[in-house]
């Protein structure tokens, strides 16, 4: 199987239409790739609790996710990092802060080691979008 390049949104959006589609459970992943925008590894960051459906990390969790990151960036040689949450159902609120939490903790270690953000996707159901939408907030429920 050839590597994938996901070096433009549109190419990116449709991989993760593809891969994603049949995962049941709401969850943060971290995609990593080279150079070429290839897709080098992936790793789940995040899942949601069995118990109430939230997406958490605890704050000893976040350091031990921070440091699998940057260990998998660095055996896969990446040169490149994309965020992605994938929602079963509409996009919570709780779910954004959580990956703005993510990103936040990640910018400094990423930057050591030489690795960009390329992107943030979110995944609601059929819905594919750049964190960097400018309509990502109508997505969002009215609490």
Known sequence: MRPRTLGRPDLASAF???????????????????????????????????????????????????REVVKVAMQSFAAGLMLVMHEVGPIRPGSMT????????????????????????????NDVRSWFAKDIEDLLPVL
């Open 16 to 66: 993760l239409q593809e891969t994603l589609v049949f995962v049941r459970h709401s969850a943060l992943y971290a995609l990593f790739l080279c150079k070429d925008h290839m897709l080098v590894s992936a790793l789940e960051i995040a899942r949601t609790d069995e118990a109430n459906g939230d997406l958490r990390v605890s704050e000893r969790e976040m350091r031990i996710r921070r």
């Open 98 to 125: 959580l990956a703005g939490e993510v990103h936040s903790a990640l910018v400094e270690p990423l930057s050591m080691i030489d690795v960009q953000f390329t992107d943030h996707y979110w995944i609601a159901g």
